[in-house]
Every structure is written in structure tokens, then in C-alpha cells.
């Protein structure tokens, strides 16, 4: 009888082992290759060999558990892979909530049309910005962008069409930044990008190198959108940056749209940097108001 039940403990663990390999197989194939996959692999296999281990014992020790204390062997070997069998299952079940987590994140700070950083994650990563150039003494720059005559597009092609032309540009915009530049949908057809460790004239320049990138690059349509090629647009660039004005998030991208609204009413397709300094034709403020941001931009 106790030998019965010792060879049932160590068949017990084996066919426990044998499913533990199921959350394991699930689990590696939720891993990108690279260092933890390997580990994985590696205990996949140490459990393999446990397998077979418990395997050889049973026919080792086929009929030479005849007291108590000969259970003490087998009931190691089954407690220890409900242990192995329990530590897979967990793993599996944290990596699935840490992807269901990060999709949560992605989602939460991503804008689902564009797929550019949203306004929220806008508003929590400039007030970290801020607060950092503060700290540190480090320039920061705030660059508002807005499509010019964005209706027109929408009602001459449609909403699909206008969604189509807000994905197209926020590629266009997201290949002439910087690496450490941030770019987000602030909203409608508006972007803002955050140009850390950037002062204001530096800042001027990557605006006028996206508006020009912009006004020279032929948008299209998806073929189900009636596949248009060669549409043009144009944009708008505020400029602003830290100073003793704009002192925190809401004031640097009030100076920004304000950048904005000046450019916007100046004829469009023109940037605006610091204060009321339009730096693409023609100027729109007095020769004796602009300082040095028109001769230092790029040609």
C-alpha cells in the first residue's frame, strides 16, 4: 500500500511537470528573443530532465517504500512540481497582466488616429520638462503647429480623407525632428512638439525646416479614398521658449499658440518665434521690434 502510494506521488509530479510546459510554451511565445527567452528555454529544459528524473526513480525504487518515511522522497518530488507547476502559471499570468498594463499605458498616452503622443502625455511630459529646465538651467522650447485652411481639405475631400491627411503629416513632421524632440496631437489639427535642451532660436530653426518640408512634400489619398496624389499643404508655427514670462507649462504653450495666432494672421505658412517675431515672409512686426532670430535661421 505505501509503496502504491509513493510510485502514485512521483507519477503525480511527472504529470504535473508535463503540464507546467503548457504556460511555459505560452509564455515564451509572448517573449521577444533575447536573454529572458533563452532562460525560459533553459527551464523548459531543466524540467524535462526533472521528468525524466522522477521517471527513473519510480523504476529504480519500484517496490522499496514499505514504511513512512520512504513517502518523505516521492512527497518531495510531488510538492515540488506543484511548486514548478504553480511558479509558471504565476509567470504567465504576470507577463499577461504587465502586456494588458503597457497596452493601457500606450493607449492612454497615445492618439488613437495619428498614433503621435496625445495632449495628456503632452501635459505630463512638457510640466516634467519645465520643471527640469528650471532646475537645471537648461533652454526649452515649445513649437505649436497648425494646418493651414484644414477645412477646405475636409470639405473638398472629406473627413476620411482630412483623417487620412493628419496621419500623412505627422510622418512628414516626425522624419525633420530630432531625436530628442517630442512630438504630440495637441488637438483637431494642431501638433505641438517639445524641444528639450532647445532655446528659441535653434527651436526657430527646426520650425522653419518642418514648415518647409511640409509646403514642398505631395500628399495622396488611399486608393478607397479616391487615390488623389500631389495635394498640398501648408502650416503655421508658433515658437516659444522659457523665459521670464513663460515660466511654467500653461504659460509656455499660451506664448507658443499666441506665436501662432500671430503667424496664422500674418498670411500662413510662416513661423512666429518669441515675442510677436514672424520669421518667414514678410515680417509682421516693426524692423525695430525683430532681433536676431531672422538672420540666425538656416537658409
Known amino acids: 500500500m505505501i509503496s502504491l502510494l509513493a510510485l502514485s506521488l512521483v507519477f503525480s509530479g511527472a504529470l504535473i511537470l508535463i503540464r507546467a510546459m503548457i504556460p511555459i510554451r505560452q509564455l515564451i511565445g509572448r517573449l521577444t528573443t533575447g536573454t529572458v527567452r533563452s532562460r525560459w528555454y533553459l527551464m523548459a529544459a531543466l524540467i524535462a530532465l526533472f521528468i525524466i528524473g522522477y521517471l527513473g526513480y519510480a523504476a529504480a525504487f519500484w517496490e522499496s517504500h514499505s514504511t513512512l518515511v520512504d513517502l518523505i522522497v516521492p512527497s518531495v518530488f510531488f510538492f515540488g512540481a506543484c511548486f514548478v507547476l504553480l511558479t509558471t502559471t504565476l509567470s504567465l499570468h504576470t507577463a499577461i497582466d504587465l502586456g494588458r498594463l503597457r497596452v493601457l499605458e500606450r493607449d492612454a498616452a497615445t492618439d488613437p488616429l495619428t498614433g503621435l503622443f496625445n495632449r495628456r502625455y503632452m501635459n505630463c511630459?512638457?510640466?516634467?520638462?519645465?520643471?527640469?529646465?528650471k532646475r537645471y538651467g537648461l533652454p526649452l522650447s515649445a513649437?505649436?503647429?497648425?494646418?493651414?485652411?484644414?477645412?477646405?481639405?475636409?470639405?473638398k475631400h472629406g473627413h476620411q480623407a482630412g483623417d487620412e491627411m493628419l496621419v500623412s503629416l505627422g510622418k512628414v513632421i516626425a522624419g525633420e525632428l530630432r531625436e530628442s524632440d517630442v512630438l504630440t496631437r495637441y488637438g483637431g489639427e494642431e501638433f505641438l512638439i517639445i524641444a528639450t535642451h532647445t532655446p528659441l532660436l535653434a527651436a526657430a530653426n527646426v520650425a522653419e525646416r518642418v514648415r518647409k518640408c511640409v509646403e514642398s512634400h505631395d500628399f495622396s489619398l488611399p486608393k478607397e479614398l479616391g487615390g488623389l496624389r500631389g495635394i498640398r499643404m501648408t502650416v503655421s508655427i508658433g515658437v516659444a521658449a522659457i523665459d521670464d514670462k513663460a515660466t511654467d507649462?500653461?504659460?509656455?504653450?499660451?506664448?507658443?499658440?499666441?506665436?501662432?495666432?500671430?503667424?496664422?494672421?500674418?498670411?500662413?505658412?510662416?513661423?512666429?518665434?518669441?515675442?510677436?517675431?514672424?520669421?518667414?515672409?514678410?515680417?509682421?512686426?516693426?524692423?525695430?521690434?525683430?532681433?536676431?532670430v531672422t538672420a540666425s535661421l538656416s537658409p
Open 125 to 133: 511630459r512638457l510640466t516634467e520638462e519645465v520643471a527640469n529646465a
Open 143 to 155: 513649437l505649436m503647429l497648425d494646418i493651414d485652411h484644414f477645412k477646405q481639405i475636409n470639405d
Open 249 to 292: 507649462r500653461d504659460t509656455l504653450v499660451y506664448a507658443a499658440d499666441e506665436n501662432l495666432f500671430h503667424a496664422k494672421r500674418e498670411g500662413r505658412n510662416r513661423i512666429c518665434a518669441g515675442p510677436c517675431q514672424v520669421v518667414q515672409n514678410p515680417p509682421a512686426c516693426p524692423i525695430s521690434e525683430m532681433k536676431s
